[in-house]
């Protein structure tokens, strides 16, 4: 609902604006940066180490009849007052029509990953399967980008890194309780559908708690100590991974048994044996 009515905050990547790139004689702190342009007037902008620790690449929106040289000038004055022996190296003007484009690179990236799931899923397991995988996962983009939506986080390259990730991390829990359903199918001769989905669910359940909770943790240590860099995309990662538990075996596995999957479709029914005729 929130990305339809209120979108997503692309940012400068996306949706065009000024790169404006400066050096240091020293380390530089990129935190004291953001704060002296935010005391100039410039709030919405991105302030990230370029190659080296002494490197700055300043990212800035685009604003309709703004100057690149003016811009440089005055971003370059209320560093120096900050801090002395900056210098600036390049301003640069990025279209909206480089943003568009990457717009669309990020989406025909995503549309591959998907194609990429439900072709492995197709063929490993079976058609129902990749659906269900492919459902649950698109649930999990969806939540991160109403998210983002909602609360007007920016929606950067990393973010769409992020998702991606998340996509591909899904997936393997979904493979892990489909494969055991697989098995169930073939061990379990007398029990029925509902059964064995629930079987599995429960005897791979551990496994999902632990392989989550320690990726969680991992992330979650990016989100607190990453940094302005990461944190956009480390907090995507956790809203992904969190509803990731559940869709991965409480979406995909019931849609799976919606479809209508059943034992035919991987254990051939045996044949009765023949009577000897005397």
Known sequence: FFLATRGL??????????????????????QKIRD?????????????????????????????????AALGASVMGALEQDTAGVELKRVEF????????????????????V??????????????????????????VVIILGFFAFFQW?????????????????????????????????????????QIIDNAITSTISRTIITHGSTQLAVLSMLIFGGEV?????????IG?????????LVASPLVMWLGVSREQFVKPQKPKEEAVV
Do not use: C
Not at 241 to 249: D, E, M, P
């Open 230 to 238: 990461l944190h956009y995309f480390a907090l995507a990662l956790t």
């Open 115 to 140: 194609f990429g799931i439900i072709v492995y899923l197709a063929l490993r397991f079976e058609w129902r399967f990749a659906v269900s995988a492919i459902i649950a996962n698109l649930h999990d």
């Open 154 to 194: 920016e929606f950067s390259l990393p973010v769409l890194a992020a998702v991606l990730a998340v996509l591909g991390y899904s997936v393997n829990e979904s493979v892990v309780v489909f494969d055991r359903v697989r098995e169930n199918f073939r061990k379990m001769r007398k029990a029925t559908v509902p």
């Open 36 to 68: 002296a342009l935010a005391g100039a007037g410039y709030t919405d902008t991105q302030v990230v180490n370029f190659g080296s620790s002494r490197d700055v690449l300043i990212r800035m929106p685009l604003k309709p009849g703004q100057d690149s």
């Open 9 to 30: 905050h692309f940012s400068v990547e996306f949706t065009g604006g000024t790169l404006i790139e400066v050096s240091y004689a020293q380390a530089a702190d990129t």
């Open 241 to 249: 991974i969190l509803f990731g538990i559940y869709s991965s075996v």
């Open 94 to 113: 990025v279209g909206p029509q480089v943003g568009k484009e990457l717009a669309e690179n990020g989406a025909i990236a995503l549309l591959l990953v």
